[in-house]
Nanobody, 115 residues
């Protein structure tokens, strides 16, 4: 079964950090450019960041630029999202997928930023 599994979320105070992981199962991840997305309650899913197949090119939404870093380890078949200086408005369920949403959406990982 081809799937992406997100993990690493949790409850963190404002200003804290988390590292999310996106692991591929059943296929080789390095064939795809991968993006991180998030969906907050009552809002549409939005793109947060994306990374090219090689990892050389990355892009970020303005809201996370300078705070989040996307990376990948193709040997481990995993894409990461390092999130620093977290804000309450970063609270959401975070998902990974190709930019076109090629794979079925997983369950995501909940990130809650609250004091």
């Amino acid at each position: 079964q081809l799937q992406l599994v997100e993990s690493g979320g949790g409850l963190v105070q404002p200003g804290g950090s988390l590292r999310l992981s996106c692991a591929a199962s059943g296929f080789t991840l390095d064939y795809y450019a991968i993006g991180w997305f998030r969906q907050a309650p009552g809002k549409e899913r939005e793109g947060v960041s994306c990374i090219s197949r090689s990892g050389i090119s990355t892009n970020y939404a303005d809201s996370v630029k300078g705070r989040f870093t996307i990376s990948r380890d193709n040997a481990k078949n995993t894409v990461y999202l390092q999130m620093n200086s977290l804000k309450p408005e970063d609270t959401a369920v975070y998902y990974c997928n190709t930019m076109s949403g090629f794979f079925s959406w997983g369950q995501g990982t909940q990130v809650t930023v609250s004091s």
